[in-house]
């Protein structure tokens, strides 16, 4: 099972609300440095546990469960409570050097154009070594592409004050290509574009690995007729 570490080290924050000082470090590590999520439009797609690897080639699906390791910075000592009604969440950012991505969330029955929050992402909220799990199963009903990859970071509210994990890299595929909140005919049609056009444009390569062949057909079928709506 491929994993990627999050050790979110942090001293005077979510369970030890008494102490006064707050000083807040957020390590990241994973194996997979980036990953590719076929997301759908209503949110059944491989978002994290059923997800790609994005290998160059050779991308094949992996479990990218997420565990979170929390401890006070000072001692060492594993936070063992969290406190769920803190703000916390997963946030995508599109490079800015790369303006023309589309990754469209479904928010209320229609796509818009969104940096991706995901809240609420934690499995358990107590652990006596501190280990957390961010849900396998998290929704992220979404289209488009994005041609490179996005920064993914974890982000946890003390106090208003956001504190932010250092990113790691994902890549987003929908079979909902166009981004209308539907996977139907027309998302058919810019993939048999890219499919017999040449090169392997990225919004015929749903599963990230670098071509586009008869592996990415079974990305349309399997989500044809899904839908925001
Ligand atoms: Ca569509
Ligand atoms: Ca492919």
Known sequence: MKKILLTLC???????????????HIDLEMEDFTFVMNNLPDGSGSTFDNCWSGNQGSSSLIDNTMKITVTDSHTGA???????????????H????????YFYMCDGNSPSISRVWIYDFLENYSSPTGEYYIKGDISLPSGGFSTHAYTMQVVIFDNLLPH?????????????????????????????????????????????????????????QSGMNNSCY
């Open 10 to 24: 942090f001293f005077g924050m979510i369970a030890l609300p008494a102490m006064a000082q707050v000083s807040i």
């Open 94 to 101: 599109a490079s800015e050097q790369q303006p023309y991505d």
């Open 164 to 220: 932010a994990s250092q990113p790691c890299w994902v890549t987003m595929r929908s079979a909902d290509i166009n981004h209308d909140g539907i996977v139907d005919m027309a998302d058919v049609g810019i993939f048999s574009q890219a499919f017999f056009g040449p090169g392997d444009p990225p919004e015929g390569d749903l599963n990230g690995d670098g071509a586009v062949n008869l592996a990415d057909v079974g990305h349309i």
């Open 78 to 92: 594993p936070i063992t409570q969290l406190i769920p009604e803190y703000s916390h969440y997963i946030e995508f």
